[in-house]
């Protein structure tokens, strides 16, 4: 699980600071690629690098703003559950918060970088259970 502190001006001209929270599981990861969606979570971060080269924002925001809300949730309490579901990812994209993470990300390479992968299951994680 990746934590990402945001520091944001909300609608009503307040500051504040929040840590989120974002993670892909490898069943998550798996059918993310099952679904056709645009090939598999490696293929499509390449498709953000070849995108990036060919100066092709518009590919690379949908890529991005579509891997951070499929990631984004909140971790219990207990520690047991990371819960995502539509109209969590739907009150965060409205969010300050969501936008300055988002284009941060689009416009820094380095840490779109470090996002995607603090938010990926680790390779040996993915593929023990090609055996």
């Known amino acids: 699980m990746?934590?990402?502190?945001?520091?944001?001006?909300?609608f009503d001209g307040k500051e504040h600071t929040e840590e989120l929270h974002f993670n892909?599981?490898?069943s998550?990861?798996?059918?993310l690629e099952?679904?056709?969606?645009?090939g598999s979570l490696h293929e499509q971060i390449?498709?953000?690098v070849e995108a990036r080269r060919r100066e092709d924002g518009a590919t690379v925001a949908k890529i991005l703003k579509?891997?951070?809300?499929?990631?984004?949730?909140q971790k219990s309490e207990d520690g047991r559950r990371f819960v995502k579901n539509e109209e969590m990812r739907e009150a965060f994209s409205q969010t300050n918060a969501f936008d300055d993470l988002f284009m941060k990300?689009?416009?820094?390479?380095?840490a779109c970088?470090?996002?995607?992968?603090?938010?990926?299951?680790p390779q040996n994680e993915l593929q023990k259970f090609n055996k």
């Open 2 to 10: 990746l934590k990402e502190i945001v520091t944001y001006i909300d």
């Open 24 to 26: 892909l599981t490898a």
């Open 28 to 31: 998550e990861v798996t059918m």
């Open 34 to 38: 099952l679904e056709g969606s645009g």
């Open 46 to 48: 390449q498709a953000i």
């Open 66 to 73: 579509k891997v951070i809300l499929k990631a984004y949730g």
């Open 105 to 110: 990300l689009l416009f820094n390479d380095e």
């Open 113 to 121: 970088v470090a996002f995607i992968n603090g938010i990926v299951p």
